[in-house]
Nanobody, 113 residues
Framework: VELVESGGGLVQPGGSLRLSCAAS????????MGWYRQAPGKLRELVAS???????DYADSVKGRFTISTDNAKDTVYLQMNSLKPEDTAVYYC????????WGQGTQVSVSS
């Protein structure tokens, strides 16, 4: 399975971004997808996840601001990020759980005025 991310960039505080992660290959084996992020000098942390069937989970720091969704026909997972804060600045990594865990290449999100 290959994961290709897009949608990162620079945004002002309070702004929005939408990340996309498209899966290709043996995507039919995927049971769950989600996003982690890693800020400089910090550990990678889980931001949001969704399992096949639609159950979602979010880190407390993003609840009410971020929304994870999927387009099963396109084997794509999205992360809509609203009300962005400087502390959301990080490299965001998409993952997919199939036979093993697959990772995307990462996309930079920077929140700054």
């Amino acid at each position: 399975v290959e994961l290709v991310e897009s949608g990162g960039g620079l945004v002002q505080p309070g702004g929005s971004l939408r990340l996309s992660c498209a899966a290709s290959g043996s995507a039919f084996n995927i049971r769950a997808m989600g996003w982690y992020r890693q800020a400089p000098g910090k550990l990678r942390e889980l931001v949001a996840s969704v399992v096949r069937g639609g159950i979602t989970d979010y880190a407390d720091s993003v609840k009410g601001r971020f929304t994870i969704s999927t387009d099963n026909a396109k084997d794509t997972v999205y992360l809509q990020m609203n009300s962005l804060k400087p502390e959301d600045t990080a490299v965001y990594y998409c993952y997919a759980d199939g036979i093993v865990r697959y990772w995307g290449q990462g996309t930079q999100v920077s929140v700054s005025s």
